[in-house]
């Protein structure tokens, strides 16, 4: 069943046309990736889903609920919520105060404290930093906690905006076993990432994203296979 | 880079020779020309040791005076906090909370120039809820559509904002009229209580002391002289308690309550509160609200420790408190009363030992010191503590 559905959705930056109508939809306990380019316009969807961004024109659908017309702090209420690109956690907040501000919309203690226990469950590093300031905490910690907190808004779909930026290669591929076991405990996320082979390997599908249009689609193995890709984000020619 | 450089090791002579030379050199200038604007160290040292009970007397006035200046650069520096917006209107805020302070004070008074404590702090009530909301409306009509300006535009704005208020503030300064309710009389009388100028200061009624006589007697300065009596009068106590009340308040606000948090989040990353599900509007107007109540819980302070106002008061309190605020680095709380106090004890000793027509340059001298050692402020650097 289908829970995200976006339809011919037209953001303008200014005057900049950045996206021209996509399609794109997510099913539920699914993961979808959006590759693409620099300036495609990866971003600039999830903050349209988020609400960040208002649509000119085009409909967003959460679980059939048209949510492209209300406020940002609203759609995070109805169920989406994600971890930003260049993880923009609290730097002067605790650990704990951090997730505790991604349940900020909650109201229902022992879920939250239960949801609290699962993220110390899938990332214990956190834990162990309970009380530091996530100002004074790695790169690859702040991820963690990123994506901790966007998961204690307890979301129907889970944006991940390029989880991998910046992490060195062990710590790319914890935050993917990560994102493996959210596919497991039938998370559904909407994941954008530059790496696109590591992304498509996680993904059960895909869209490819060019200067605001959606230029491909499908299974993210037929994807990882198939030539343009390669040719254009796997590095398989050239660079 | 910074830290670099604060390795001696790796500074050159010339560096090295700057470094020590300055500090001196300022302090030999200040002692050549301070004598000029009253610093006159001998003479100083000489009338603190003849009554030794003044500098205790200035100490405590100049707390009183930190008290209301903290109050008011907390407005400042929460909104700076938040929004990185120095609000220029602030000062004009509290110059209303002054007249509603003084409206309320005077119908409680009915003409008699002594009013009971209950009276000052019932004030409390509608000059909060005024200045408040009028500091709210500022930020809807004036700061939020120009948000994503550059930030001069809200800067001009909340300039011609401070201007328009003090006009505003000038017309209440006439009208001044308030029913007195004469009971033995038939109908209803008027009492003029913001007298006939507009412009000229209005007196408030005072407050009344807890002891008669002239002060409370301290045993401890027996010892030293036996006429001395140091003056602690109710204006003291209550505007000293005020702060103190407000500081810690506002800081367990911002630290367990579910707003207080959401400030702090949205003083830390705007962008990223916004995706926690944070009204960022409703909590910047909020901060503005918040910095707005406390302008007016100064303006009784400053009301019932000054016995006057005028539409003028604001700038000259209002440049105070935002130096206080710049002083301790502004964005940060504790920062903004570091710097009332600092001020508060500068101005006061100042008046009494070095020389009264000085005390405004002697301020300004230090701040901008400060600011040439520590541009940030005395609290302020990058991991300090925000809202």
């Known amino acids: ?38 300036g495609a316009g990866k971003t600039t969807t999830l903050r349209t889903i988020q609400g ?24 995070v209420k109805r169920g989406v919520s994600q971890s930003p690109e260049g993880r923009l956690t609290f730097p002067r907040m605790t650990v704990k105060e951090n997730l505790e501000m991604g349940a900020f919309q909650r109201s229902d203690k022992e879920g939250i404290a239960a949801d609290m226990e699962k993220v110390f469950g899938l990332f214990p590093r956190l834990k162990e930093r309970i009380s530091q300031r996530a100002g004074t905490m790695s790169g690859g910690e702040q991820q963690m906690l990123a994506m901790g907190r966007a998961l204690m808004a307890n979301p129907k779909v889970l944006l991940l905006d390029e989880p991998s930026m910046g992490l060195a290669p062990i710590l790319v591929d914890l935050i993917f076993d990560i994102i493996r076991e959210l596919h497991r405990q039938k998370t559904t996320i909407l994941l954008v990432e530059q790496n696109a082979r590591l992304a498509l390997g996680v993904a059960d599908r895909g869209y490819v994203l060019e200067t605001g249009e959606i230029v491909l689609k499908g299974d993210a193995k037929d994807l990882l296979t198939s030539p343009e890709v390669k040719a254009a984000y796997l590095g398989e020619r050239g660079h | 880079m910074e830290k670099a450089l604060s390795k001696p090791s790796d500074l050159s002579f010339f560096q090295r020779f700057r470094r020590i030379f300055t500090p001196i050199a300022i302090v030999y200038l200040v002692l050549l020309f301070g004598q000029q604007a009253g610093l006159e160290p001998g003479r100083i040292i000489r009338e603190i040791i003849d009554n030794p009970v003044i500098i205790i007397q200035q100490v405590i006035t100049g707390l009183a005076n930190a008290a209301i200046i903290t109050i008011i650069a907390m407005g400042y520096t929460m909104v700076y906090g938040i929004v990185e917006n120095i609000n220029f209107a602030h000062s004009s805020v509290f110059m209303h909370g002054t007249f509603v302070a003084l409206l309320t004070m005077s119908i409680f008074a009915q003409g008699a120039t002594v009013v009971p404590l209950w009276v ?15 500091n709210g409306l500022v930020e809807r009509y004036v700061y939020r559509s120009l948000r994503k300006s550059a930030r001069i535009v809200a800067l001009i704005a909340g300039l011609g904002t401070d201007f328009m208020l003090q006009n505003i503030g000038l017309k209440i300064g006439d009208l001044g009229l308030i029913p007195n309710i004469d009971r033995t009389a038939t109908g209803v009388k008027f009492l003029r209580i ?10 408030f009624p005072a407050v009344q002391e807890f002891f008669a006589g002239p002060g409370v007697p301290i045993n401890l300065l027996e010892l ?43 003083a830390q990353n705007p962008a990223a509160a916004a995706m926690m599900g944070i009204d960022v509007d409703r909590i910047i107007n909020l901060t503005y609200i918040i910095g707005g109540a406390l302008a007016g819980a100064a303006a009784v302070m400053f009301g019932v420790y000054n016995g006057t106002t005028s539409s003028q008061i604001g700038s000259t309190t209002g440049l105070n408190s935002f130096t206080a605020a710049v002083l301790g680095g502004v964005g940060n709380l504790q920062g903004a009363a570091l710097g009332a106090i600092f001020i508060g004890l500068l101005s006061s000793i100042s008046d009494q030992f070095i020389s009264s027509r000085w005390t405004t340059a002697w301020v300004f001298l230090t701040l901008v010191l400060v600011m040439i050692f520590k541009p940030t402020g005395l609290l302020g650097s990058e991991g300090g503590e925000k809202a």
């Open chain 1, 1 to 38: 069943m289908s829970i995200l559905e976006l339809n011919n959705v037209h953001t303008f930056y200014g005057n900049i046309h950045a996206l021209k109508g996509i399609t794109i939809n997510v099913n539920e306990g699914e993961i979808v990736t959006l590759i693409g380019s620099n």
């Open chain 1, 52 to 75: 960040l961004l208002k649509p000119r024109e085009g409909s967003i659908k959460l679980k059939g609920e048209e949510i492209s017309k209300i406020p940002a702090h609203e759609v």
């Open chain 2, 120 to 134: 000052a702090l019932f004030a409390f009530i509608p000059a909060m809820l005024y200045c408040g909301l009028l």
């Open chain 2, 194 to 203: 913001l007298g006939l100028q507009s412009a000229s200061p209005k007196s």
């Open chain 2, 224 to 266: 030293i002289d036996k006429n001395a009596t140091l003056r602690i009068t109710a204006a003291d106590v209550m505007v000293i308690a005020t702060a103190l009340i407000a500081v810690f308040t506002l800081n367990w606000f911002v630290r367990n309550t579910r707003s207080g948090k959401a400030m702090r989040a949205v």
